[in-house]
């Protein structure tokens, strides 16, 4: 069993408990519940950085990346510096994140909000709107084209922007509807967590121009964005570079305005 079955196996587990807990009611009388979302594809279009900053403080890979700072004092620190979008880690056993770091990123910033998860259920996308989230992560390697189609038309449903996660030209294929809003190419191999930005180059041209085109994972530099941006890239998601720093929104800043 890889990382990725391990992590969807007690991904699975987890979400029936909460549901046991945590009725569907209860979310949809949530405060955030019914509060209007910010588009992240149209701030992306409209970009020349195209940067989504990801709140972080582990990974499967990485045993530990950065638990020094507040949500608040990261999430206020990509603000400032200019960065378009942030992406929030809430999964807890692998990553060290949760469902309060959202609630407290959406107090802090006036920003588009990604829930950085594994969906597998509607209820997740349920917490993700209750929690203040404008968009939820859907990755193709842990779904179904039926499962995508379901649960992408769902997070529209709500009002959610979809960015869905791809690997490869298998995944791409099975995967492109109108229900989404931007399509990212990891350029790690959840499997194998191999990095190359050659993932991102060879699906390019595969992605339709009504997505917005999303690099995500081992991008550290200036170079590999201005490598990307002739490809068509639009947004560049970056998490353990300004993570592992003394100060995420300093690195942030610096690295936007060289860019």
């Known amino acids: 069993m890889n990382i990725l079955d391990k992590i969807i196996f007690d991904k699975k587990r987890e979400v029936e408990l909460k549901k046991s807990i945590i009725p569907v009611s209860q979310l949809e009388s949530s405060v955030l ?6 588009s992240l594809s149209k701030i992306l279009r409209n970009s ?4 989504i900053a990801e709140h ?13 700072f507040t949500v608040e004092e990261v999430v206020k620190g990509y603000e400032s510096a200019g960065v378009c979008g942030i992406s929030v880690l809430t999964d807890g056993k692998y990553f060290g994140g949760s469902l309060d770091d959202l609630l407290l990123a959406r107090a802090s910033v006036n920003l588009p909000l990604l829930r950085k998860e594994f969906v597998i259920d509607e209820y997740q996308i ?48 099975k ?14 191999n959840l499997k194998t967590f191999e990095v190359s ?16 085109k999303v690099s995500e994972s081992g991008i550290s530099s200036i170079e590999a964005i201005n490598e990307l941006k002739p490809y068509g890239y639009k947004g560049f ?3 353990e570079n300004f993570m592992k720093t ?4 300093a690195s942030a800043k610096e690295f936007i305005s060289k860019l």
Request: net charge negative.
């Open 33 to 38: 519940f019914d509060s209007r979302t910010i």
């Open 48 to 51: 020349h950085t195209g940067i």
């Open 56 to 68: 972080k403080r582990r990974s499967p890979s990485k045993a530990e990346i950065n638990y020094n």
């Open 126 to 173: 349920l917490e993700a709107k209750a929690h203040g989230a404008d968009l939820i992560l859907l990755i193709a390697a842990i779904l179904t084209r039926e499962e995508i189609k379901k649960l992408s038309e769902f997070a529209e449903s709500l009002g959610l922007e979809v960015l869905l996660e791809v690997h490869n030209l298998e995944e791409l294929r």
């Open 175 to 188: 995967s492109i509807m109108p229900s989404l809003n931007m399509i990212g190419v990891n350029n790690r």
């Open 197 to 212: 930005l050659d993932f991102s180059k060879v699906l390019a041209n595969e992605i339709p121009n009504e997505f917005v």
């Open 237 to 239: 998601l970056i998490g």
């Open 246 to 249: 003394d100060n995420a929104g």
